[in-house]
């Protein structure tokens, strides 16, 4: 499977924006771009997903490069109920059913 | 709509036990899914069931089994425990058509 490469940590304050990078360089023509986040205590929650065109919905938006070897998970306005684990992750569309291979994502720090 | 429905939410076994853990999954979502999240091996996919039959296996012993009933319920069994299968379990389900997973709130399970 493709792996994805995220920073450990970052921080945000409250209200600002977030841009949390992703690097996927050995990325396949079929691979979906998924994001998913865990907040503490909780099973992890669906973000966002896209292929190849950036995609937007009400929890985020995502920017994917044009090589898509990277892509960005844009929080527009960062609350406190933001602070969470993001994943970056590679779903392959094989015919071997569905998995997601979580890495170890990347702990947001969102500050008053 | 209710979420996804796991149970128990805790549970204790010494090792040499086998466990039975449960997971209803959305109404109307034909796919289940199981991930093991231990602090060193973070999140981790054990195996995917569509429509009672096992599509995908991730890398775990044959000590790890499932299955999936026609109400599209499904059970995880773990045999022999052991220290290491202290864990929590998080069940997903999605409709099969899609790619979105919602996750369960996970049964935390303790080896003793």
């Known amino acids: 499977d493709a792996k994805t490469t995220q920073p450990n940590s970052m921080e945000s304050n409250e209200e600002e924006p977030v841009h949390l990078p992703c690097n996927h360089s050995t990325i396949s023509g079929t691979d979906y771009i998924h994001w998913y986040r865990q907040l503490p205590s909780q099973g992890p929650e669906y973000v966002i997903h896209g292929l190849t065109s950036n995609v937007n919905n009400r929890m985020a938006s995502l920017a994917i490069a044009e090589d898509r070897k990277s892509s960005t998970l844009i929080l527009h306005r960062a609350t406190l109920r933001d602070a969470a684990v993001y994943y970056c992750?590679?779903?392959?569309?094989?015919?071997?059913?569905?998995?997601?291979?979580f890495g170890k994502g990347t702990s947001l720090l969102v500050t008053p | 709509k209710a979420g996804v429905t796991q149970t128990p939410r805790y549970l204790i076994k010494t090792r040499g036990q086998q466990v039975t853990l449960s997971c209803s999954p959305i109404?109307?979502?034909?796919?289940v899914s199981w991930y093991q999240q231990t602090p060193g091996q973070g999140l981790q996919f054990l195996f995917e069931?569509?429509?009672?039959?096992?599509?995908n296996k991730g890398n775990f012993p044959g000590r790890f089994s499932g299955r999936q009933f026609s109400n599209s319920r499904s059970e995880m069994n773990v045999s022999t425990l052991e220290l290491g299968d202290s864990a929590l379990y998080l069940c997903?389900?999605?409709?099969?058509?899609?790619?979105?997973?919602?996750f369960g709130s996970g049964t935390q399970l303790s080896v003793l």
């Open positions: 992750i590679l779903r392959s569309n094989s015919n071997s059913g569905y998995a997601l291979n």
């Open positions: 109404s109307g979502h034909r796919s």
């Open positions: 997903a389900s999605r409709t099969g058509l899609d790619e979105k997973l919602f």
């Open positions: 069931y569509f429509s009672e039959t096992q599509r």
